[in-house]
């Protein structure tokens, strides 16, 4: 019992360590969104080491309050249906897929930089609209 509990408690803490991003040169000196923040009057998702900055990555595996400002965003400024959950799962993917498309940012179902110069984000007091940085 002991050792499925082990191997099971294992799995799961690999699990929620493994955001797999591009190993790409620019995402190599790029944070981590870990916190929602408001950029330029909107809601971003964003990074708090240092001065906050909405230039950050995440995917597939992130946990943050970062990822419900994105699954908002996506609900409310593209129509998607996403329960804000703080999980990056594959709902969360598959709906940024389906933004960065229309978007004509690169597809890849990672949050970045062209991701968030590109994509509306939730703007405070109401409606959507893009930020700059």
Same mark, same amino acid.
């Given at each position: 019992?002991?050792?499925?509990?082990?191997?099971?408690?294992?799995?799961?803490?690999? %699990?929620?360590?493994?955001?797999?991003?591009?190993?790409?040169?620019? &995402?190599?000196?790029? !944070?981590?969104?870990?916190?929602?923040?408001?950029?330029?009057?909107?809601? +971003?998702?964003?990074?708090?080491?240092?001065? &906050?900055?909405?230039?950050?990555?995440?995917?597939? =595996?992130? +946990?943050?309050?970062?990822?419900?400002?994105?699954q908002s965003s996506l609900n409310q400024c593209y129509?998607?249906?996403?329960?804000?959950?703080?999980?990056?799962?594959?709902?969360? %993917?598959?709906?940024?897929?389906? +933004?960065?498309?229309? +978007?004509?940012?690169? !597809?890849?179902?990672?949050? =970045?930089? %062209?991701?968030?110069?590109?994509?509306?984000?939730?703007?405070?007091?109401?409606?959507?609209?893009?930020?700059? &940085?």
């Amino acid at each position: 019992m002991r050792k499925k509990l082990a191997v099971m408690a294992a799995a799961v803490i690999c %699990e929620v360590a493994a955001v797999a991003l591009p190993a790409t040169p620019a &995402f190599a000196s790029t !944070p981590q969104c870990n916190i929602a923040i408001v950029w330029q009057n909107r809601f +971003v998702p964003g990074n708090d080491d240092g001065p &906050f900055t909405p230039s950050c990555i995440m995917g597939r =595996g992130a +946990v943050s309050n970062a990822v419900s400002q994105l699954q908002s965003s996506l609900n409310q400024c593209y129509g998607k249906s996403l329960t804000v959950d703080r999980i990056f799962g594959s709902l969360t %993917e598959t709906a940024l897929r389906q +933004v960065q498309a229309a +978007v004509n940012a690169n !597809p890849d179902g990672v949050y =970045g930089p %062209e991701t968030a110069r590109k994509m509306l984000h939730r703007v405070n007091g109401g409606g959507c609209g893009y930020i700059t &940085f």
